[in-house]
């Protein structure tokens, strides 16, 4: 990484050395290591390191402890998809949209997502992971669409504030029609509710299994834009005065977006607040350079979800706090701060 | 949504009058039309009773027996359709017009989510029923709100940050609904989920007498603190320059509007977007650059009652809460309107 065409040069001062941003991303890929192994390991029922390793060597499905393992192993497996998911698609939203507010919950996205699911369930029968998460892409990108289109009308284009408060708006009407449909369905209702919350609980290996490779397709993608995301952040004309294709680029990364959005909320739920988190703290670290940028919220996006799924099993015991509700309560105070202290424009 | 406004000096005069007669006109057929509504919805159930029949009940003429059934077990509901369908109108009317973006309505900017989760947390986690609920539904609006203008005041506090602190507010109360439902049974959970979409069932005249005393109260306030908007309306500055107290008139405003809202969710339960279309659209209807406050109110409770009638009757098998009427309604508006005013350059 010597070359540096792809930075705004004004900011390049800004930028760290190489050498600190990669070791940066070893301690970071460390880390991730270090949560999924507590997420292995705690729980309502506390498990020796060794045992787990045991049931790494030797896979036992008599024995009692090795299930909880292997159950706790799928949990968390389903928590690095979902984290890495939904912060690469903030970073990737903020960067098509130049907007600092841009998060796949705050814009309404995976309401749309889990709007769409909930009718895949309760009007048309669909039962499979791989029957629904077409649904979930479908909801995702049509709020997408509608979001940005209508935020982006009038004086000013598409302004943090329309944009939010499209989002808003749109989750607000989603969540009313979620409700109604839900209501004439009590079958739905009681599987339903458990996955609204956003909860990486119960999720087995046959939801996972099937949906992981749409996230992994997602993140590969993703990892490739950030050349066309450092010049769509000079703003179009500039971009496309570099040789950028700008329409296309913006086209290509929504739709990494949503796909990356609609698989994660398929299999954790509407999560908020993941990619505002990365995205932010990412940038903190890296500078404005978006090919650090996006690897970065690649591993953050775990370390945040795994945490905040062990500190919801560790406060709550013997129950557990579910990982969107975690999310939401550490969020909101985020975003508060941000709206305070931070200039809206800024990015 | 203000209109071209004539401003040749000899017709100055004239075009306001006609506005003002339009207004009154406007305020006029909707309390007809609403009077009406109220009446059909009275008049239908389970025994058909016919509008004369219905009319001469409420004015105190037993008819054929009719008048329990009327008065006792249909009128409660019907009126509390309308107050509360007025009080979530005028509400949403001042929030909109204080915040200048049509899309800042109470449902949206997190207050009626306080009311929300206050209420499913006295229903669900501490097992209360009936009158208690509504009141920590009301405290958990006015508490909310509380904490929204806390948070957004920097120096004075201006319309985005309110909204985006709204936002903000609204995700972790959501969060806090979901969590309830998640921990109780599906029977409870589903009588929270009834609630939460807002229902007029089982409304008696206990809750009219609350509903319409709190009311009584707010509602002339609220009018009298309405006097502020059309110049807040034109930029802090010029209201300013005009004699407005500008934070004084701003919290008056907003604490009437919250009061409003709350005792509405507190009713009937957050009903979606009656408080969001009531104001953009007695706009249009009364036209001119004022702000419809008595317009607003009067289509609240009109949209109320004839979606509680649809509710209620359009279906043959099922009854739904009101809630569900007014979203399905609700949410297409929305989107037209979100892109109408963002493109006439009043989205924020």
Known sequence: MTERTGVPSGQRRRAPATYRL?????GLAVLVLLVSVLGVVIGARPIELSVALD??????????????????????????????????AGVLMQGITRNPLADPGLLGINAGAAFAVVCAIALFGVTTALGYVWFAFAGALFVAVVVYVVGSLGRGGATPVKVALAGAAVSAALVALTTAVLLTDSVTFDQHRFWTVGSLAGRDWDLVAPLAPFVVAGVVAALFLGRALNALSLGDDVASGLGQRVGLARAVTAVVAVVLCGSATAIAGPIWFVGLFVAHLARLVTGPDYRWILPYSLLLG???????????????????????????LLGSPFLILLVRYRKLSEL | MPTSLDTRPPTVARTRGRKRSRSTVVSLVLTAAGFLALCVSVSLGEVTIPLPDVVRALFGDDADGMSYIVTELRLPRALVAVLAGAALGLSGAIFQSLVRNPLASPDIIGITGGASAAAVVALLLIGLRGFPVSLAAFAGALATAAAIYVLTWRKGVTGYRLVLVGVAMGAMLTSIVSYCLTRADVYDAREALVWLTGSLNAKTWSTVQILGLSLALIVP???????????????????????????????????????????????????????????????????GPGIALVPSALVGALVMTVSDLVAQHAFASVQFPVGVITAIVGAPYLLWLLAVTNRVGRGG
């Open chain 1, 22 to 26: 990669t070791a940066g991303l070893a």
């Open chain 1, 55 to 88: 049931a790494l060597r030797a896979y036992d499905p008599g024995i009692a402890e090795h299930q909880v393992i292997a159950d706790r192993a799928v949990r968390t497996l389903a928590g690095l998809l979902v984290g890495a998911a939904l912060g690469l």
């Open chain 1, 302 to 328: 775990p370390v945040l979800v795994l945490a905040a799924d062990v500190l919801g099993r560790v406060i709550a015991q013997p129950g557990e706090l579910q990982v969107g509700i975690v999310l939401s």
């Open chain 2, 221 to 287: 306030l609220a009018l009298l603190a309405g006097r502020w908007l059309l110049p807040l309306e034109l930029g802090d500055d010029t209201a300013q320059a005009l004699g407005v107290p500008l934070e004084r008139a701003r919290m008056g405003l907003i604490v009437a509007a919250v009061a409003l809202a709350a005792a509405a969710t507190a009713a009937v339960g957050p009903v979606a977007f009656v408080a969001f279309v009531s104001g953009p659209i007695a706009r249009r209807l009364a036209g």
